[in-house]
């Protein structure tokens, strides 16, 4: 800090993360339920608060497709349980549950399907690409 300058007051940011959470889970040799999970999710978390100079996270945003293995109930009780006492303490989480995205190898177009149901609504073919709703990310952060 220069002298004879004040120093400026925090602030908020918005920082966009976009890291799949599962690859972390796997590289720290943890079991993939939603504890762990929220845990990797606050460890990704605190850093990129850390690497932006901030002291507070204000809002978690993750993205969890319902093909993901994760329910979203479970995160937030997580989120509620880790989160006091840390960086994120007062934080919202918010979760984003993308649907399942197809594509038809047959006609070659994409569609959304449920998750039980995955023929194609066009040529009724059944050989298909799932391309969404397998997500499990986080997504961005708001900190100062």
Do not use: W
Not at 63 to 73: D, I, T
Not at 78 to 100: D, H, K, Y
Not at 131 to 141: C, D
């Amino acid at each position: 800090m220069e002298p004879n300058r004040l120093p400026t007051p925090p602030v908020e940011k918005s920082l966009s993360v976009a890291v799949d959470i599962r690859i972390h889970a796997l590289g720290r040799k943890r079991h993939m339920h939603e504890l762990s999970l929220m845990e990797n999710v606050l460890e990704i978390a605190f850093e990129k608060a850390r690497e932006q100079n901030a002291e507070k996270i204000h809002v978690i945003k993750m993205r969890a497709g319902v093909l993901s293995g994760a329910v979203p109930e479970a995160l937030d009780f997580a989120f509620e349980s880790l989160a006091p006492g840390t960086p994120a303490e007062g934080a919202r989480l918010e979760i984003e549950r993308p649907g399942v995205r197809c594509y038809c190898t047959q006609c070659r177009r994409e569609y959304d399907a449920s998750p039980y149901d995955y023929v194609c609504p066009t040529c009724g073919g059944l050989e298909m690409e799932i391309r969404g709703g397998t997500e499990l990310e986080l997504v961005s952060l708001e900190v100062s």
